[in-house]
């Protein structure tokens, strides 16, 4: 696949810079930029992120960073199996167990909450930093909505990192999830309270929080861009409408006109006739005389 001239490699992290140095040079520049690709992509072209990821995962499958991207590259794009054993690939290969709450999302969405409930509850939860265990009560909680069970799944949010006023990377998606579940089980009043929390706290825009509280306040948003679209449409319309009338009136006007021109040519003409009959009634009776 392409690469486009100002990625060069290193604007890959250092860590896996250094991970890549047990490559030829010049297939761990061809690795790191299709990672850099990868984390280029990965929001806005899935697609695109996932072809990089198997170019590079071709090149070099023994690096843990390959597997990892590889990984996050499939999950973007919802292939959950593919996804799942990337990630066990790579944490075979490091040891580590920060990919245990995406690893158990994805048993959520290869349809097993069960399997995701297990490893929340699992010894590896515990070695996890906080960012992670927000992650995998989020994914818990996610679980026990799968599983139609809201009222567990509104207590597995409830935490001292909910609670807390302080606004980390991980409030305003923990709050969001806290809104929507009590939304979900019809505790309304709720429900706004910790949409407008999460509002607060999403300065990134991560979620569509605010989106969510406009809702449910009635507020309607308007797409300028397509009522200005379809103003302009109307207005083809009417006047390609007007112009048809126009070329109607005119055709009118000229058929009218020719009938006109048309009987003022048979009246010249049928004149003419009587002139000419009279001559020759007067030849004739010149002639009798």
Known sequence: ?????????????????????????????????????????????????????????????RVAAVREAAGFAAYANQKYSEALAEFRAARRMTGNVELWPVMADCERGLGRPEKALDMAGAPEVHKLDKAGQVEMRLVAAGARRDMDQLDAAIVT????????????????????????????????????EWFAKAVEADKDGSTDASDRLAEMDGVEFVDVLVEDEDEDEDRDDNEAENSDE?????????????????????EVVGGADVKDADADTDAGVDGKD
Not at 12 to 41: F, G
Not at 165 to 189: H, I
Request: aromatic letters at 4%; hydrophobic letters at 35%; a negative charge.
């Open 1 to 61: 696949m392409p690469i486009p001239e100002d990625v060069t490699g290193e604007e890959i992290d250092k860590d896996v810079r250094q991970e890549l140095q047990s490559l030829p040079k010049t297939l761990a520049d061809d690795v790191a930029k299709n990672l850099v690709m990868v984390a280029r992509l990965i929001d806005e072209d899935p697609e695109g992120a996932y072809g990089y990821s198997r170019v590079a995962l071709r090149l070099a499958s």
């Open 157 to 192: 949010l409830q935490s001292p990192e909910l609670a807390s006023n302080s606004v980390q990377p991980w409030t305003a998606r923990l709050r969001y999830a806290y809104a929507d579940a009590l939304l979900a089980a019809g505790r309304e009043d709720e429900a706004r």
């Open 246 to 266: 126009d070329h109607r009136a005119d055709r009118e006007d000229l058929e009218n006109r020719q009938d006109h021109k048309d009987h003022k040519d048979h």
